[in-house]
Nanobody, 127 residues
């Protein structure tokens, strides 16, 4: 069974950096589109970065563009999110997600598009 598990979250000061990791097990990562989502208390889960199955297209929301970098290692079956210049507005539970490549569309910021999810890891940025 395809499974994902995030790690690397924690407390950081304003302007700090974190590298989140997502371990994939149960199946090869090849052929899957991937994404990172986050959810702050009292807010909806939002997609922040998505990558097509081949890595040819990478998308970020404006709030994280230039600060966050999504990457993957299909051999290690790992998904990463490098986060820099963190601010309190980045405080949230972060989730990795993956899904088999779709017939129509190769990426999405819609949570319902993804079949597999990690349990989340907390990121807290203090002022």
């Amino acid at each position: 069974q395809f499974q994902l598990a995030e790690s690397g979250g924690g407390p950081v000061h304003y302007g700090g950096s974190l590298r989140l990791s997502c371990v994939v097990s149960g199946s090869a990562l090849e052929g899957h589109a991937i994404a990172w989502f986050r959810q702050a208390p009292g807010k909806d889960r939002e997609g922040i970065s998505s990558m097509t199955s081949t890595g040819e297209e990478i998308h970020y929301i404006d709030a994280v563009k230039g600060r966050f970098t999504i990457s993957r290692d299909n051999v290690k079956r790992m998904i990463y999110l490098e986060m820099n210049s963190l601010t309190p507005e980045d405080t949230a539970v972060y989730y990795c997600a993956a899904t088999p490549s779709r017939v129509s569309g190769s990426w999405s910021f819609q949570a319902g598009w993804y079949d597999y999810w990690g349990q989340g890891t907390q990121v807290t940025v203090s002022a």
